[in-house]
C-alpha cells in the first residue's frame, strides 16, 4: 500500500492556459474523488468514479473542467483556458467501495498568475 | 448529509487529552459521524467512524450522545503532531448511497508545548 500518489505537487501558469493533473489512487481501490480547496475552506467535492464510470459531478465543475479514469486506473483532471479562480489544491482520493472510508493523496496546489 | 457544527479553533497542552466537540442535530438515523484531520499541506487523515456506540481505535475515541445529536473526539494524549484541522462529518455509508464527503470549515487544534 503505497498511499494515493498525485502528480504535480506544484503548478504554476499563466491565465489561459491549460493543464492537468494526475492521481494514482490505491491499487485494486474501485472508487476515486476529485476535491478542491482554498485556503481556510474545506474540501469541497468535484467528481467521482466507479472504476471508469464517472458517476457524480459537482456543479463546481465548469465546462472548463474534465476528469477521465481510462481503464478505472489512474485519473486525469484537466482544467482548460484557466482563469485566477482556479487556484486552488486539488485533492484526489481512492476508497475501496462505497461507502468505505477515503484516503487521501497530498494535493497538487495550482496557481494562476 | 447532516450539517455540522465545530468550534472554529480549540488550543490544548502537550499531553493533555483534546476533547474536540461537534454537533450535529440534523443527523439521520442512517446516517454515520466521521471524523478526519489534515494537516497543514497534506491531504485529509481519516481517523474514526461511528453510528451510535462509542468507539475506540489507535488514534482516538468517539462519545456519540444517546439522542446522536452530538459528538466529540478525543485525543487521549495529545502531541504537537496532532496539531490539525479536525473534520467532523456526517454521512451515510451504503452501496446505494452517496459517496461524497462533505466537509465544513473544521476546528483548528492547536497543541502546545
Known amino acids: 500500500d503505497t498511499g494515493v500518489s498525485q502528480d504535480p505537487r506544484h503548478k504554476i501558469t499563466k491565465r489561459g492556459q491549460n493543464v492537468t493533473f494526475r492521481c494514482d489512487p490505491i491499487?485494486?481501490?474501485?472508487?476515486l474523488y476529485w476535491y478542491r480547496q482554498t485556503l481556510g475552506q474545506g474540501p469541497e467535492f468535484l467528481t467521482y468514479f466507479q472504476n471508469e464510470a464517472q458517476l457524480e459531478k459537482s456543479r463546481l465543475l465548469s465546462d472548463r473542467f474534465s476528469a477521465e479514469r481510462p481503464k478505472g486506473s489512474f485519473s486525469t483532471l484537466e482544467i482548460q483556458r484557466t482563469e485566477q479562480g482556479d487556484s486552488a489544491m486539488y485533492l484526489c482520493a481512492s476508497s475501496l467501495n462505497a461507502g468505505e472510508k477515503l484516503f487521501f493523496g497530498s494535493g497538487t496546489q495550482l496557481s494562476v498568475l | 448529509d447532516a450539517k455540522t457544527t465545530q468550534p472554529t479553533s480549540m488550543d490544548c497542552a502537550e499531553g493533555r487529552a483534546a476533547n474536540l466537540p461537534c454537533n450535529h442535530s440534523t443527523i439521520s438515523g442512517n446516517e454515520y459521524v466521521y471524523w478526519y484531520r489534515q494537516i497543514h499541506s497534506q491531504g485529509p487523515q481519516y481517523i474514526i467512524h461511528?453510528?451510535?456506540n462509542n468507539e475506540t481505535n489507535e488514534m482516538a475515541s468517539l462519545i456519540i450522545t444517546e439522542d446522536r445529536k452530538s459528538s466529540t473526539l478525543i485525543l487521549p494524549h495529545a502531541t504537537l503532531r496532532d496539531t490539525a484541522v479536525y473534520y467532523c462529518i456526517v454521512r451515510v455509508v451504503g452501496e446505494t448511497s452517496g459517496s461524497r464527503l462533505t466537509f465544513g470549515e473544521g476546528t483548528q487544534l492547536t497543541v502546545n508545548p
Open positions: 491499487s485494486e481501490h474501485n472508487r
Open positions: 461511528g453510528l451510535k
